[in-house]
């Protein structure tokens, strides 16, 4: 059974490109999660869809960040213009939300370098 | 030179020794907690879970306490082996029916 699936798995651009990460959930899952790792801040959660909604984006930093998902098997993450201060992994979880929160499962991440 | 960053607690274990993993939660209203495990390179991986109507769960060689009282977690690793090394992240739902609040992680090293 495959798990959530992402890519590239590593991504390195100069600042001023722009990134595009991607994402596919579980099958039969209906909510998805953008998250970002990094040193200073741990885990932090940019975006939520349930039901390839955007319900909460209140973590994406700013409007350089955007997210879509136009289906319930694929979610795209993009990043432009993109900042060094970008840098960091991201990753996309996984969710079957009935009501109630659940496990949460966690792609490979995407590892953002940017120059 | 200053160090910069989360501060992450670590816990070195022997190889064939339990290992206990705590995490202090913020939110009273929390009544979901899990476990991940991440290894190096890797994106975290589920171990457990709990909910708040319960106070222990066992999964095989780990078990997680809840203590709602005073708002603590934590995870038994039976009989800890090398694969066993990695960060430890709890992670709470603060109520919500979605959203996870991670703690900074334990690293914890399993020495042979």
């Known amino acids: 059974d495959a798990g959530v699936i992402q890519s590239p798995r590593h991504e390195v651009t100069e600042m001023g490109q722009e990134v595009t990460l991607r994402c596919k959930p579980i099958s039969g899952h209906n909510s998805l999660f953008w998250y970002r790792q990094t040193m200073m801040r741990g885990l932090e959660l940019l975006i939520y869809?349930?039901?390839?909604?955007?319900?909460?984006d209140s973590g994406m930093p700013e409007d350089r960040f955007s997210a879509k998902m136009p289906n319930a098997s694929f979610s795209t993450l993009k990043i432009q213009p993109s900042e060094p201060r970008d840098s960091a992994v991201y990753f996309c979880a996984s969710s079957l939300v009935q009501g109630s929160t659940d496990t949460q499962y966690f792609g490979p991440g995407t590892r953002l370098t940017v120059l | 030179g200053e160090s910069v960053g989360l501060h992450l607690p670590t816990l070195s274990v022997q190889e064939g020794d339990n290992s206990i993993i705590n995490c202090a939660y913020s939110n009273s209203a929390s009544d979901y907690f899990i476990w991940y495990k991440q290894e190096s390179g890797k994106g975290p991986q589920f171990i457990i879970d709990?909910?708040?109507?319960?106070d222990k769960r066992q999964g095989q060689r780990v078990t997680v306490l809840l203590n709602k009282t005073v708002k603590h977690l934590s995870l038994q690793i039976a009989a800890t082996q090398p694969g066993d090394s990695a960060v430890y992240f709890c992670?709470?739902?603060?109520?919500?029916?979605?959203?996870?609040?991670f703690g900074a992680g334990t690293t914890v090293t399993v020495r042979a």
């Open positions: 709990i909910r708040s109507n319960m």
């Open positions: 869809f349930n039901n390839n909604v955007p319900i909460d």
């Open positions: 992670a709470e739902n603060g109520g919500d029916d979605y959203k996870l609040s």
